[in-house]
């Protein structure tokens, strides 16, 4: 069973954007949080919302603190399967995204911003259906956005399958881009993560690893 596992995990990075497979953390990241939701959430802690209660035909929204205008990125979401309701996206909005209200068309999705219904699978950008993702599934309870704000592209993935391209032709303008969720689904617990900056490795990460470690070898002086 073991190789078998090892084999599906190899696949699916063979996949996945050669970047995603070495992010760069710092300890700044740290500090990042959902920072801003509408009334019907509760937080829970730094990377957790609950939503305790919300208007017949009303969807709420929250919203990551660090923002992006370039660069590669890894953003993780929680959002499990049976807590999603009309309304359950996930995307990118700028600071003027609305995250909270009867008119969908001015949440995430709508004018500048980016979204994936989770529950009907339409691929939203300015109010217009571009494409269903992904084919024949929905996201898992778990998955993370790969975010390649350089090339254009919003990919999605999970630890054991790639689900492919969302969107291309993200566009990065003045105004920043957040990682944004919505919902609809009273006691839904919608979490968000940054995972960090992705990273082009060339060769084998492990070759690379024994490199370093065969310098520091030599480097050790003889008695």
């Not at 259906?129 to 778990?142: E, I, N, S």
């Not at 592209?153 to 630890?159: A, E, R």
Request: proline share 4%; charged share 25%.
């Amino acid at each position: 069973m073991g190789t078998c596992a090892s084999i599906a995990v190899s696949d699916v990075n063979a996949l996945k954007p050669r970047w995603t497979h070495a992010v760069q953390f710092r300890d700044e990241f740290f500090r990042d949080k959902i920072s801003a939701f509408s009334l019907g959430f509760r937080p829970i802690n730094n990377n957790t919302v609950e939503l305790i209660g919300s208007e017949k035909n009303k969807i709420d929204g929250a919203r990551w603190s660090r923002s992006f205008s370039s660069g590669r990125h890894v953003i993780e979401f929680i959002y499990p399967v049976h807590l999603r309701a009309s309304g359950a996206r996930v995307g990118l909005g700028t600071v003027n995204t609305a995250l909270g209200g009867n008119d969908v068309t001015k949440l995430v999705g709508g004018p500048g911003s980016y979204a994936v219904d989770l529950l009907t699978r339409k691929v939203i950008h300015d109010n217009k259906v571009v494409t269903r993702f992904p084919q024949q599934k929905v996201l898992p309870d778990w998955f993370f956005m790969y975010l390649d704000i350089d090339e254009g592209t919003m990919q999605f993935g999970s630890d054991t399958e790639f689900f492919g391209t969302a969107y291309s032709g993200v566009i990065s303008t003045d105004e920043p881009l957040y990682p944004i969720v919505t919902g609809s689904k009273k006691g839904a617990i919608i979490g968000i993560v940054y995972r960090g900056k992705g990273k082009e490795i060339e060769g084998p990460l492990r070759k690379k690893r024994l490199k370093k470690i065969s310098n520091l070898v030599n480097k050790i002086p003889l008695k």
